[in-house]
């Protein structure tokens, strides 16, 4: 049986949107972190109120809002380690959603697409939340590499049903 393409159309749609919104959120993260340490000049020296460093600020009327405004005052998540742990989290999520997004749509040019077609890009967005959420908060491993393996063996999955249909760069052995 095909798969409705405006149904799978649609939950790749969703899927973009959603990764494009959680990879928003991690620069985000990293911003929030990297206006909590301005004040502390390089990550560690003596902090000092955001006032006191305009005259070193280029958007000296920019700079108090995006402090109070992010939450960069107060709470946790403020650290250098926090800083490379998000930063690392958006390379992830670049060397893997982005892929995922490139391969899924390109699955739309085969003959025909799997039943789980769209469950198979559901899945890998919610896998791909599970491990921003473990990753950023949790950091429990092995739960963060197991829904890192989901994400892969969805890639690969996807990746290896184009490639049955479509051997050879897709020459066929008729056309040779």
Same mark, same amino acid.
């Given at each position: 049986m095909a798969v409705d393409m405006d149904t799978y159309m649609k939950t790749w749609a969703w899927a973009s949107a959603v990764l494009v919104m959680k990879m928003m959120i991690t620069h985000l993260l990293v911003v929030r972190v990297r206006i909590a340490n301005e004040l502390k000049g390089k990550f560690g020296e003596e902090e000092t109120t955001p006032e006191a460093q305009l005259d070193q600020? *280029?958007?000296?009327?920019? $700079?108090? @809002?995006? $402090?109070?405004?992010?939450?960069s005052f107060a709470g946790p998540y403020r650290t250098m380690n926090d800083m490379v742990r998000f930063q690392?989290? #958006?390379?992830?999520?670049? %060397?893997? %959603?982005? /892929? !995922?997004?490139? +391969?899924? $749509?390109a699955w739309t040019l085969v003959d025909e697409m799997p039943d789980w077609a769209p469950q198979a890009l559901v899945i890998f967005v919610y896998?791909? =939340?599970? *491990? !921003?959420? =473990? $990753?950023? !908060?949790?950091? @429990? /491993?092995?739960?963060? #590499? +197991?829904?890192?393996?989901?994400? +892969? +063996?969805?890639?690969?999955?996807? #990746?290896?049903? =184009?490639?049955?249909q479509v051997p050879m760069g897709g020459v066929t052995k008729s056309e040779l």
């Open positions: 600020w *280029h958007g000296r009327w920019l $700079y108090p @809002i995006l $402090y109070y405004s992010m939450g690392c989290m #958006a390379r992830n999520a670049c %060397e893997n %959603e982005a /892929q !995922f997004l490139l +391969v899924a $749509y896998s791909r =939340i599970l *491990h !921003f959420v =473990i $990753y950023a !908060f949790v950091r @429990i /491993q092995p739960w963060r #590499a +197991v829904v890192w393996t989901v994400g +892969v +063996v969805i890639n690969m999955a996807i #990746a290896g049903n =184009i490639l049955m």
